[in-house]
């Protein structure tokens, strides 16, 4: 029924869930407390105290689920994931309420029942798992080498980089391409700086590949470590390991 429904809202995919596990417990137990009734006039401290117990509420509570994303087509699962959530509250303890990895300070001592525990973490597992269906963005910072380190360099090629860092700045990644490409050639490729900035804009513009060609070119001609290299070799790597992984989901079969 749900593949006949997917089709006729011509939907590629629809989102299976289901709840493995939810757990919810309530208790109680008494504290003792004191508390200072009068003090010694000299200030030296307390004279009579005041003891008493009061009652302690907690909730636990634990929540998993497994959702999928089931191809309408195939009925091949494109991608998968176990999401669990746990809530812990204790009224005498308001600074230790637990919601899963978040720990708030100073929180309420009014704590959830256990009904709005769990339908607390349900609505979280939602919320998690649609982010990651959202694309959202991922900002880091790049370093740009802006000189080229060869002792035969002309005025006119440095200039050439110059302009073409400025394009990079200015998001114009097809300007400074030609530019690239030309200092490239007027070089023969023997710049690592030139490689490593011309990297940078195949990297900025979505074709890893071709950057981390650049970025091992780059690589290979330096003759010691190059912070701004180094990064962007780990950086490569773990886009195009990213991009990969992302691909065999969406190719499931």
């Excluded at 997917?6 to 757990?23: C, F, L």
């Amino acid at each position: 029924m749900k593949l006949q429904v997917g089709k006729m809202i011509g939907a590629q995919a629809i989102i299976n869930g289901e709840v493995a596990s939810a757990n919810a417990e309530s208790s109680s137990y008494m504290e003792d407390r004191e508390k200072c009734l009068s003090y010694y006039k000299d200030g030296s401290g307390c004279a009579r105290y005041r003891y008493y117990k009061v009652k302690c509420n907690t909730t636990q509570a634990t929540v998993s689920a497994n959702i999928n994303i089931i191809n309408v087509e195939t009925g091949a699962i494109i991608y998968g994931d176990t999401l669990n959530k746990e809530y812990s509250a204790d009224s005498c303890k308001a600074g230790k309420t637990n919601l899963g990895l978040l720990v708030i300070e100073g929180a309420p001592k009014q704590i959830l029942s256990k009904r709005q525990a769990l339908n607390r973490l349900a609505s979280e597992i939602a919320s998690e798992f649609v982010y990651k269906l959202t694309p959202n963005y991922v900002y880091f910072t790049v370093g740009l080498i802006d000189s080229i380190e060869l002792e035969n360099v002309t005025d006119e090629q440095s200039k050439k980089l110059e302009v073409a860092l400025a394009y990079i700045k200015a998001a114009r990644y097809d300007k400074a391409k030609k530019l690239f490409q030309v200092l490239m050639d007027d070089l023969d490729g023997k710049s690592y700086a030139v490689a490593y900035d011309y990297g940078v804009v195949y990297e900025a513009t979505g074709n890893f590949d071709k950057a981390k060609e650049l970025y091992t070119l780059a690589d290979e001609l330096t003759v010691e470590p190059v912070p701004e290299i180094n990064l962007a070799m780990n950086r490569i790597d773990s886009l195009i390991e990213k991009r990969d992984e992302a691909r065999k989901q969406m190719n499931a079969k």
